[in-house]
């Protein structure tokens, strides 16, 4: 999946790799949230808010409270928008193997290990970490959702979510007061092109980005309030519920964390 995004991108991670051969850096803080817009209750005749206690949907009939919501993300990695500049002969490559080949021209300044984002439900913008990153123009962030799976770095993020195993996304809450956990095992490539392409300074300075992940979509459909239990693997929702996840993902540039646009944010302007 492919999406077009104005001022920035993100990456998600404990731990970046920066290639051997980059000089200069600034720093890169990163951030989560779910989008205010939407909660706010731009879900057709679904009202939607967001508390201390979690995200409630609501369509009349039928009330929804999502309590918390983890994606497995891996594979996240930048690109360079000149190419190879800035990189090394070999391009770079994970533990896993994955990586990128540099005269493919698509040499990734950074590739990171698995990692499970846990969303911020509460109307918040959760700041997940920060990390110095190569001077340079970026072009395209992308990831996978991904299932934890058996190789050693799933196997590592494993030992510390065994009830991850398998799983690509865990969501747990109420519908109409009893308790559900939805479980899916979705996996799906996401890119995103930067458009601008995202500058990063080599003076030290600070970039901020902001991933948006619209979770108040995830269980509606035409209107309504989907149920759950019957969105898991094998249910006659899977598919509706699915395709909600993997459209739910942007991003954007900000500064100064507080989930508004780089572009839009006077606090960020002069």
């Known amino acids: 999946m492919q999406k077009s995004m ?33 909660v706010a209750g731009a879900l057709s005749a679904v009202s939607a808010t967001s508390s201390a206690s979690g995200l409630s949907l609501s369509d009349g009939q039928n009330t929804l409270v999502l309590t918390s919501a983890e994606v497995v993300l891996r594979g996240i990695k930048f690109d360079h928008a000149d190419g190879t500049i800035g990189c090394s002969a070999g391009g770079v490559t994970d533990a896993s193997g994955e990586g990128s080949s540099a005269k493919d021209g698509e040499c990734e300044d950074f590739k990171a290990e698995p990692m499970i984002l846990a969303l911020p439900l509460n109307g918040s913008v959760s700041r997940q970490v920060t990390a110095n990153v190569a ?35 865990l969501v747990k809450g109420t519908l109409n007061g009893a308790a559900f956990t939805y479980i899916s095992n979705l996996e799906a490539e996401q890119e995103i ?28 459909g035409s209107g309504a309030v989907l149920d759950p239990r019957q969105a898991g693997v094998g249910g006659a929702l899977e598919e509706t519920v699915r395709r909600n996840i993997e459209a739910s993902f942007e991003g954007f540039e900000d500064n100064d964390h507080d989930g508004t646009p780089h572009g839009a944010d006077a606090d960020e302007k002069g």
């Open 6 to 38: 104005t001022g920035a991108g993100f990456v998600l991670a404990a731990a970046l790799a920066a290639c051997s051969s980059n000089s200069g850096a600034g720093a890169l803080t990163l951030n989560a949230m779910v989008p205010k817009s939407k």
């Open 135 to 169: 001077a340079g123009s970026y072009k395209k962030v992308s990831f996978k959702v991904h299932k934890l799976g058996g190789d050693a770095l799933d196997k590592a993020l494993q030992s510390s979510r065994p009830d991850m195993q398998g799983v690509s996304v």
């Open 193 to 220: 092109e930067l458009n601008p392409p995202m500058q990063v300074s080599a003076d030290g300075s600070q970039v901020g980005v902001t991933l948006s992940v619209d979770a108040a979509g995830w269980f509606v």
